[in-house]
């Protein structure tokens, strides 16, 4: 597996990414319908403006298989939500399931940080979502009857 910059041309390979991983990623998580509307095509714009638009402050980094296919990446640029300690934000990052487990996180997240650092970023954020504890109440409502 190789890491490198995204270029223009790699609009529709990271579109393609996107487009399974979310189908794969959040099915039974997100409606059906939601993630069976998404299409490449839809996709494809948004990357074609952040690679082919050419704004510097942007990190974009693909990881390609052996035999030449894009099947991760990683977009991070500067912080967006004025989120005080922080001056960059990691984005996005995906790996197709057959890319996972490999490593392939770890060295597009290093990437990610040596191409912010080298646009003069220091610290970046990642969003993440929390395991959420079930409510008390639906916990109470599944004892059996009788119990405390
Ligand atoms: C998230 C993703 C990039 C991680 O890549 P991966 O190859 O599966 O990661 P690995 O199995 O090598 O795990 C590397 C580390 O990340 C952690 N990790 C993996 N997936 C994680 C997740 N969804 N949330 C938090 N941590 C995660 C692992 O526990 C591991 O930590 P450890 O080494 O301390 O045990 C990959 O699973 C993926 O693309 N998932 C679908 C898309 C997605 O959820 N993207 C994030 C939203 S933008």
């Keep these: 597996m190789r890491i490198r910059q995204a270029a223009c041309t790699d609009a529709e390979s990271i ?4 487009v399974t991983s979310w189908q794969t990623t959040y099915r039974g998580t997100m409606p059906d319908a939601v993630l069976d509307a998404q299409t490449v095509s ?3 714009p948004q990357w074609r403006r952040r690679l082919c638009d050419g704004d510097a402050s942007l990190v974009t980094l693909v990881a390609e298989s ?3 296919q894009v099947v991760g990446f990683a977009a991070a640029g ?4 004025g ?3 922080f001056d960059s934000e990691l984005e996005a990052i995906y790996l197709l399931a057959t890319a996972q487990r490999q490593g392939a996180v770890r060295r597009l ?27 008390p109440l639906q916990r ?4 059996p009857r009788g119990s405390a």
Excluded: K, Y
């Design 140 to 143: 109470r409502a599944r004892r």
């Design 42 to 44: 839809q996709r494809r």
């Design 109 to 135: 997240v290093a990437a990610a940080a040596r191409g912010l650092l080298e646009l003069g970023m220091h610290s970046m954020l990642a969003w993440v979502v929390a395991a959420r504890p079930r409510p």
């Design 83 to 85: 989120v005080t300690g």
């Design 15 to 18: 579109a393609r990414v996107h």
């Design 66 to 68: 052996d035999a030449g």
């Design 78 to 81: 500067p912080e967006r939500d």
